[in-house]
T-cell receptor, first 114, second 112 residues
Framework: GAVVSQHPSRVICKSGTSVKIECRSL??????MFWYRQFPKQSLMLMAT?????????EQGVEKDKFLINHASLTLSTLTVTSAHPEDSSFYIC??????????FGDGTRLSIL | GENVEQHPSTLSVQEGDSAVIKCTYS??????FPWYKQELGKRPQLIID?????GEKKDQRIAVTLNKTAKHFSLHITETQPEDSAVYFC???????????FGKGTRLSVIA
């Protein structure tokens, strides 16, 4: 069964809306979570690394004020896409890693901004 | 940081033939090399992985080889079937809480 739960799986909303995506590790404590973005027919690109209790580390070119990441507990990280625009439409996938374990992926969130 | 190159970007094979996908990585500290299969609209699924202390690993029709010196690793699928059609990604990472770095993917089509 899934060890990382990601919600929602699908979001369709108007331009200017803010969208929150949740990523939960179900049966382990995730010291670190990663957020990836995948555009159609492209690879998974790392957006940011989220460590519990500290600020996220963003990859070059990813706007931290637009993609707000909160990792308030060892089992939950959230990504908020603020004031989303059509170019933010993408497949967002979270991933969690425990202290010694492999990297587990959520089911992804398909975000469509009209 | 790590950079992973993957080839080819598309691959078509006849059912029953073998398929080979190759990747190279840049960071000599990388020690974990998984391969993922992704179907349209779904998350990547781990199909096989290899660590740097091993040169080859096999699981039924799927095998992975690793050449640490050359920083190459490859995925081999034998006796391909139409259900093997998908996008395959290689990835690399080093120890600790570092993220996987993915190759650009290979779209495999198995023609019946």
């Amino acid at each position: 069964g899934a060890v990382v739960s990601q919600h929602p799986s699908r979001v369709i909303c108007k331009s200017g809306t803010s969208v929150k995506i949740e990523c939960r590790s179900l049966d382990f404590q995730a010291t670190t979570m990663f957020w990836y973005r995948q555009f159609p027919k492209q690879s998974l690109m790392l957006m940011a690394t989220s460590n519990e209790g500290s600020k996220a580390t963003y990859e070059q070119g990813v706007e931290k004020d637009k993609f707000l990441i909160n990792h308030a507990s060892l089992t939950l990280s959230t990504l908020t896409v603020t004031s989303a625009h059509p170019e933010d439409s993408s497949f967002y996938i979270c991933s969690a890693i425990s202290r010694l374990g492999p990297q587990h992926f959520g089911d992804g969130t398909r975000l469509s901004i009209l | 940081g790590e950079n992973v190159e993957q080839h080819p970007s598309t691959l078509s094979v006849q059912e029953g033939d073998s398929a080979v996908i190759k990747c190279t990585y840049s960071d000599s500290a990388s020690n974990y090399f998984p391969w993922y299969k992704q179907e349209l609209g779904k998350r990547p699924q781990l199909i096989i992985d290899i660590r740097s202390n091993v040169g080859e690993k096999k699981d039924q029709r799927i095998a992975v080889t690793l050449n640490k010196t050359a920083k190459h690793f490859s995925l081999h699928i034998t006796e391909t079937q139409p259900e093997d059609s998908a996008v395959y990604f290689c990835a690399a990472k080093n120890s600790g809480n570092t993220p996987l770095v993915f190759g650009k993917g290979t779209r495999l089509s198995v023609i019946a």
